[in-house]
């Protein structure tokens, strides 16, 4: 006989019942207290029918609770019985594991050979000599700075990406910055702001973005005068004006008047009883030409310090548009940092997460190219920012057309984040992207600081290792022919006969415009994005 829905919860929920009081009886448990737990169960069952929520509980009380436990850990189910190393998004387990070893500081070397399919589509590794470099030999900083800086950088080829206070926790902050003192790289404030917690003695890059927070005024505006006094400090090395993240591009946001606190309200210069805008666009700057006067302002502001602007690609004519006002204006930023839109740590809808925004190498690659086919790219340092963990990582992306690389979610790892994703939720386990004291006190910044360092230092030299395998001692010369990627079973190019990459001046030779980039270059206009 074919049992019925109902019929197989008449039975589920009899087997749980006998079940409770076998073990119960096995363990000698007082009579009363089978009739306690039975009356509880059926107590449940009472109000899960009489409940409208939820309809599974409705027609299989109880039981009905079991769906919903194994949705809950499903997240760790998948993480630690199910998937492979190499099958989890966004990080799988294999670089999860290299990042934690590095920061460990134990061993991080693999046994018997890749588990990777290298006949597999995609499968690609770089071109080494027979001539090797020692890795003493490999340079590990990069000077940031164009001809109107007046105080140039010395820039690591590797560094911590923006990520604000009150999106991770005051004791994960502490832990980078310190890590970035102990290790001599920089890392980047956020939009958030600059807060107390990034000033532990490490280098500083002060990014600005369209809520000016911490360099507004009382009527919630830019002011000279607030942002001079934070450029000015020693810690702060560099300002990035942030356009757009990869997690979601030009996309504004809200911070509600319940989650300000004294401390944020005080670090944001935002008051504290209504909610704060951080809008989708700068107030300060509407036009190519706009931003570059605005550069040139918080350059001069700042006292000749590097200045430099964030965005994740979207229209190629609004890049352009930028390199044309360059060219009018005479002014340049000392660096443009890529981001990607694999997103990062900032939380997002999931269209903008999914469908909105150019992957990092995509976008790289295009505003590598309008720089060179404008005539600028040597006056500007390129920063790719996303997805970034490895030292291989780290020569795919200089190869592209970066030269320094920043790195978010990796940084995040070393300080133990495990890939729950619960950014979002204030509920992060391991203290890192919460403001929930309960749980981030439990982060040692003395023990974590250590571990950025170690991982820093660790992925630096297995970049140094590499660039010095392929036979170079200047990361800088690395270029897309000494990349190499599986494009069928039977086909390998190199990347630079995947890409197409233009010559210097390319927009500026009147023999021939580039045809790929005529169109996006007509539309290009200096006052109008």
């Not at 080494?128 to 105080?151: A, F, N, T, W, Y």
């Not at 979610?409 to 919460?434: D, E, F, K, L, W």
């Not at 982060?443 to 140094?464: G, I, M």
Request: proline share 4%; charged share 20%.
């Amino acid at each position: 006989m074919k049992l019925t829905d109902r019929r197989k919860w008449y039975i589920g929920f009899g087997i749980l019942i006998l079940a409770i009081i076998a073990v119960l009886f096995m363990f000698h448990a007082n009579l009363v207290w089978v009739l306690i737990l039975i009356a509880i169960l059926v107590a449940i069952a009472i109000y899960d029918k009489k409940q409208t929520k939820h309809t599974i509980l409705r027609n299989f009380p109880i039981l009905g609770h079991m769906r919903f436990i194994l949705e809950f850990f499903r997240p760790e189910i998948q993480q630690y019985f199910i998937a492979d190393d190499l099958s989890e998004k966004p990080f799988n387990r294999e670089t999860r594991s290299l990042v934690y070893e590095r920061a460990k500081g134990v061993d991080d070397t693999l046994a018997f050979g890749t588990e990777r399919d290298i006949l597999q589509d995609g499968y690609e590794w770089i071109t080494h000599s027979m001539s090797p470099k020692h890795v003493s030999e490999v340079e590990d900083r990069i000077m940031v700075g164009g001809p109107e800086c007046l105080q140039p950088y010395s820039a690591s080829r590797l560094n911590i990406s923006a990520m604000s206070f009150g999106a991770l926790s005051a004791n994960a902050i502490k832990a980078l910055n310190l890590g970035a003192k102990l290790g001599n790289f920089y890392h980047n404030t956020g939009e958030g702001s600059l807060s107390d917690h990034h000033q532990q003695g490490g280098d500083i890059v002060y990014q600005i973005g369209t809520g000016y927070f911490g360099a507004r005024g009382k009527d919630g505006k830019f002011s000279d005068e607030v942002f001079q006094k934070t450029a000015h400090l020693d810690v702060v090395k560099m300002i990035e004006i942030k356009i757009s993240q990869g997690a979601k591009p030009a996309h504004g946001g809200v911070l509600p008047a319940a989650k300000i606190t004294t401390e944020i309200a005080r670090i944001r210069n935002v008051p504290m009883d209504k909610d704060v805008l951080s809008p989708p666009a700068h107030e300060k700057f509407s036009t190519p030409s706009e931003l570059c006067y605005f550069v040139k302002e918080l350059r001069d502001l700042s006292g000749g310090k590097p200045v430099g602007f964030k965005l994740c690609l979207g229209k190629k004519c609004e890049f352009l548009g930028i390199c044309k006002a360059m060219i009018k204006t005479g002014i340049t930023p000392d660096f443009i940092t890529v981001d990607g839109a694999e997103g990062g740590t900032g939380a997002a809808p999931m269209e903008y997460v999914n469908h909105v925004g150019m992957p990092l190498d995509s976008g790289l690659i295009f505003i590598h190219n309008a720089l060179m086919g404008s005539g600028l790219r040597d006056k500007i340092t390129l920063i790719a920012s996303g997805k970034i963990t490895t030292g291989f990582d780290m020569i795919r992306k200089i190869a592209l057309g970066a030269d320094i690389c920043n790195s978010a979610r990796g940084m995040m790892m070393s300080i133990g984040c495990i890939q729950s994703r619960q950014c979002n939720h204030n509920t992060c386990p391991v203290g890192v992207a919460t403001q929930n004291p309960r749980l981030y006190k439990a982060l040692d910044v003395n023990d974590k600081k250590e571990r950025v360092n170690r991982y820093h230092k660790a992925t630096v030299h297995s970049f140094q290792e590499l660039v010095g395998a392929m036979g170079l001692t200047n990361p800088s010369d690395l270029c897309p022919s000494m990349i190499l990627r599986r494009i069928s079973p039977s086909k390998i190019k190199q990347y630079d006969e995947i890409y197409d990459f233009l010559p210097h001046g390319a927009f500026l030779d009147s023999k021939g415009f580039p045809e790929l980039y005529k169109q996006y270059w007509d539309k290009a206009d200096v006052e109008k994005f």
